[in-house]
């Protein structure tokens, strides 16, 4: 079955880093563009960086870029995000998500999320 499972997630202080992890199984890996989405409490969940199927282009939310990077090894089947810089508002659950659109169809998968807490 289709699994993604994030870890990396932890509690670091204002200016730390992180790097979340993301494994995927059940599917073709290099077939989908894989995305970091997050959701802080009280907020709709957003999207934070997104990756091609090659790993060739990278799109991110204003929010993060400059700090953030998303990257992916197709060997490994793994999405990595790593985030330096880390703020106070980049608090949230992480989610990873792997999309693929085929004529009409729409294929998303979700893993748990992990938890990123940035606080003094």
């Known amino acids: 079955q289709v699994q993604l499972v994030e870890s990396g997630g932890d509690l670091v202080q204002p200016g730390g880093s992180l790097r979340l992890s993301c494994a995927a199984s059940?599917?073709?890996?290099?077939?989908?563009?894989m995305n970091w989405y997050r959701q802080a409490p009280g907020k709709e969940r957003e999207l934070v960086a997104g990756v091609t199927e090659s790993g060739g282009s990278a799109n991110y939310a204003d929010s993060v870029k400059g700090r953030f990077t998303i990257s992916r090894d197709n060997a490994k089947n793994t999405v990595y995000l790593q985030m330096n810089s880390l703020k106070p508002e980049d608090t949230a659950v992480y989610y990873c998500?792997?999309?693929?659109?085929?004529?009409?169809?729409?294929?998303?998968?979700w893993g748990q999320g992990t938890q990123v807490t940035v606080s003094s």
């Open positions: 998500n792997a999309f693929r659109a085929i004529v009409y169809t729409n294929y998303n998968y």
């Open positions: 059940g599917f073709t890996f290099s077939n989908y563009a």
